[in-house]
């Protein structure tokens, strides 16, 4: 039996809720929207993606009594100091645009020779909203930014997010590859492993 028999996902984004539940049923773990639970949407005051992520998690795990589950990510660009870093999908300001995140940052970087990024995802797991050991797993994506969309697949700067182990950008590739190379499925990979090895304690104990 999991340890963790059912957490409450901090997140409305139907795309991750099948994702994380996908790769979490193996372990018996339920994943349930915050939404299905009434739990409104936390704020994202921090600078950094961990904090982000621990307070949405804080917050979905206090109002459900649940264990929680929280992701914050975005792109980090060296040029830029890691903007737009936690404004990922705010680069460009209200209301939220793919288009507008991409205009801007193709715009700060022109005549850049440093065109280095990369996708960073912080995952966040607090058995209680006091929990003083979260688990906190994180991956890391390298590319680099090019000034010309390619492929039609992905998301955000997926199309600008050239990979050059692939020589594709990220909107090329395929989702099952995708998956494996993606700061999210390394952060997913990570917390996984961490749950199996504390099942193990637990079961020793």
């Known amino acids: 039996m999991a ?7 901090a997140s409305n984004n139907e795309g991750k809720l099948r994702e994380f539940r996908r790769l979490l049923s193996p372990l018996g773990i339920e994943v349930v929207a915050q939404a299905a639970l009434g739990v409104p949407e936390a704020g994202e005051p921090h600078v950094t993606f961990v904090e982000n992520a621990l307070a949405k998690a804080r917050h979905a795990s206090a109002v459900t009594g649940l264990p929680a589950l929280a992701d914050d990510s975005g792109i980090c660009v060296a040029a830029l100091g890691g903007a737009p870093g936690v404004q990922t999908a705010r680069y460009a300001g209200e209301p939220r645009s793919d288009a507008r995140n991409n205009a801007k940052l193709v715009a700060a ?12 995802c912080m995952l966040v797991l607090v058995r209680g909203p006091a929990d003083p050991e979260p688990i906190i797993a994180e991956g890391r994506w390298h590319g680099v930014v090019i000034d010309e969309p390619r492929g039609g697949g992905g998301f955000g700067y997926d199309p600008y997010f050239l990979v050059p182990s ?7 590739i395929e989702l099952e590859r995708k998956n494996e190379l993606s700061h999210r499925g390394q952060a997913m990979r990570e917390l996984i492993r961490r749950l199996r090895v504390d099942e193990v304690s637990n079961a020793s104990v």
């Open 3 to 9: 340890t963790i028999p059912r957490l409450v996902l």
């Open 109 to 120: 970087l022109a005549g850049v020779a440093d065109r280095r990024a990369h996708y960073a």
């Open 166 to 172: 692939e020589a594709r950008t990220a909107a090329e």
